[in-house]
Nanobody, 120 residues
Framework: QVQLVESGGGLVQAGGSLRLSCSASERTFGTYAMGWFRQAPGKEREFVASITRGDTSTRYADSVKGRLAISRDNAKNILYLQMNSLKPEDTAVYSC?????????????WGRGTQVTVSS
């Protein structure tokens, strides 16, 4: 069982930056494909970004390309999401997810999420 704990959320003005972190309990973190998802009030959860277990490939939702960047540190068991040029529509609860696979297709584990609020 992998436990995922997000941190780094908060309130930021439009145009600002935040870096989210997701700490994993699993020593074999490097064998998991990882991703970030978000859910805004009244909306369904949506995909934000993912990264392969070998850190060889990333994928992004069109709405965040060029502004958000996913990365991982397998030695520290941490997943990151660098968020730049934030917009009010980025406001949501951001959750990290893990799947024991090369590429994230259907997450096996989820964190509880961290709130990101972008003011206009």
């Amino acid at each position: 069982q992998v436990q995922l704990v997000e941190s780094g959320g908060g309130l930021v003005q439009a145009g600002g930056s935040l870096r989210l972190s997701c700490s994993a309990s699993e020593r074999t973190f490097g064998t998991y494909a990882m991703g970030w998802f978000r859910q805004a009030p009244g909306k369904e959860r949506e995909f934000v970004a993912s990264i392969t277990r070998g850190d060889t490939s990333t994928r992004y939702a069109d709405s965040v390309k060029g502004r958000l960047a996913i990365s991982r540190d397998n030695a520290k068991n941490i997943l990151y999401l660098q968020m730049n040029s934030l917009k009010p529509e980025d406001t949501a609860v951001y959750s990290c997810a893990a799947e024991r696979a090369l590429v994230l297709t259907s997450a096996d584990y989820w964190g509880r999420g961290t709130q990101v609020t972008v003011s206009s």
